[in-house]
Every structure is written in structure tokens, then in C-alpha cells.
């Protein structure tokens, strides 16, 4: 069994920055991408940054330059960098991870929120 762990998660000022970070265990399979995504009140759940097992990234527009995604393969962790956060970012954000086999996994969710 698969499990992903978030950790990170809490209540920033507008600007601020948070780091959330995710750790695979178990029978890990073979991962494709890891990724990060978010859902806020009454929202669809939306993909925030992916990077693939070559380290290739990609972003939602609406975190271009101030979100940073990383990961350490040999560890099974990815994290997620927020800098300069909204108040629009505030949301519940899910660590994802697809496997060779389009196989997702998902998280427990960690609530991030940005208010003054």
C-alpha cells in the first residue's frame, strides 16, 4: 500500500511564504510524476505544479514565479516552495503522484491559509 504524507501546511500573512513538503512510503511503485494540487471552498481541485521523474516542471499560471516544485527521487519526497502567497492561494493542497501505469495516488491534504 501507498501512502503520502503532507506536512507544511498553516496560516501565512499575505506575502509571506510556506514550504510543504511530502513524503512517499510503502510499496512504492514506479513514479512518473509527482505533483501538487489544490482545492479551495467550493472549487474544483486544480493542478499547482507537477515535475516529472526527469525533473522537468510545469506550473499553473497563476503560481508562474512564485511557486517552486522539487523533487528527491531517492528519498520519494517532493516539496513545494510558496513565496509572495495571496490570499487567493488559500486552499487545501493535496500531494499527488502518478505511476508508469496512470495510476494516482493522493494525500491527506493540508490546509494552507493566507489571511491578515
Known amino acids: 500500500q501507498v501512502q503520502l504524507v503532507e506536512s507544511g501546511g498553516g496560516l501565512v500573512q499575505p506575502g509571506g511564504s510556506l514550504r510543504l513538503s511530502c513524503v512517499v512510503s510503502g510499496s512504492i511503485p514506479s513514479i512518473k510524476t509527482m505533483g501538487w494540487y489544490r482545492q479551495a471552498p467550493g472549487n474544483q481541485r486544480e493542478l499547482v505544479a507537477s515535475?516529472?521523474?526527469?525533473?522537468?516542471?510545469n506550473y499553473a499560471d497563476s503560481v508562474k514565479d512564485r511557486f517552486t516544485i522539487s523533487r528527491d527521487n531517492a528519498k520519494n519526497t517532493v516539496s513545494l516552495q510558496m513565496n509572495s502567497l495571496k490570499p487567493e492561494d488559500t486552499a487545501v493542497y493535496y500531494c499527488?503522484?502518478?505511476?508508469?501505469?496512470?495510476?494516482?495516488?493522493w494525500g491527506q491534504g493540508t490546509q494552507v491559509t493566507v489571511s491578515s
Open positions: 499527488n503522484l502518478e505511476t508508469w501505469s496512470r495510476r494516482m495516488y
Open positions: 515535475i516529472t521523474s526527469g525533473g522537468s516542471a
